[in-house]
Nanobody
């Protein structure tokens, strides 16, 4: 029903910024909550941020609060993750996900997933 494609990853030095995009091909994008997750080598997948279908509610992992901002443009069927003040610890593959329910547990979040985009932060 929904196909997600991430873009915007790359290599950046510590302290720099990146903006990730998640483009959805489905026609019901505005009905889905969107989230960003990441997975670093040798580590489990972790929650980064999520946003409700209308954009009125957001939630962030403590590790990224104040540095990352999730947003969405329903007219463009796209969700974004603005990443500022990047740290080497942010290095990971970043995945976007869509879910029918914003309030579902983070462990269960994600009816649809993108392929991931690599973010590498050098020190």
């Amino acid at each position: 029903q929904v196909q997600l494609v991430e873009s915007g990853g790359g290599l950046v030095q510590a302290g720099g910024s990146l903006r990730l995009s998640c483009a959805a091909s489905g026609r019901t994008f505005s009905t889905y909550a969107m989230g960003w997750f990441r997975q670093a080598p040798g580590k489990e997948r972790e929650f980064v941020a999520k946003i409700s279908r209308g954009g009125g509610s957001t939630s962030y992992a403590d590790s990224v609060k104040g540095r990352f901002t999730i947003s969405r443009d329903n007219a463009k069927n796209t969700a974004y993750l603005q990443m500022n003040s990047l740290k080497p610890e942010d290095t990971a593959v970043y995945y976007c996900a869509a879910d029918q329910l914003y309030g579902v547990s983070l462990e269960n979040f994600g009816d649809y997933w993108g392929q991931g985009t690599q973010v590498t932060v050098s020190s």
